[in-house]
């Protein structure tokens, strides 16, 4: 089992910075990619960004490349989000979820554990 604890989140001015942090805990050897994905309300849970393993590679969505940066720090435990120039459209509740066996996966539903989630407000 593994368990993931999001935190970071708040309210934040268009423009502004944010950075997420997702704590792993258990079986944390067995992590392969872990990833963020976010949901506004009333839409599906989006792909934002994954992390391989190593941390040498990385995917993002284009809605957010060149503004989120996606890292971890595997001696930690730990992954980061970094987002900057946020927009209102950034506004949702971000998770991170861990893979154990792929390695830059984009699909939801392809995840196997995740965290509770961090809700992101971006004012105009």
């Known amino acids: 089992q593994v368990q993931l604890v999001e935190s970071g989140g708040g309210l934040v001015q268009a423009g502004g910075s944010l950075r997420l942090s997702c704590a792993a805990s258990g079986r944390t050897f067995s992590i392969y990619a872990m990833g963020w994905f976010r949901q506004a309300p009333g839409k599906e849970r989006d792909f934002v960004a994954v992390i391989s393993r190593s941390g040498g590679s990385t995917y993002y969505a284009d809605s957010v490349k060149g503004r989120f940066t996606i890292s971890r720090d595997n001696a930690k435990n730990a992954m980061y989000l970094q987002m900057n120039s946020l927009k209102p459209d950034d506004t949702a509740v971000y998770y991170c979820?861990?893979?154990?066996?792929?390695?830059?996966?984009?699909?939801?539903?392809?995840?196997?554990?995740w965290g509770q989630g961090t809700q992101v407000t971006v004012s105009s």
């Open positions: 979820a861990a893979h154990m066996w792929a390695s830059l996966p984009r699909e939801a539903h392809t995840y196997d554990y």
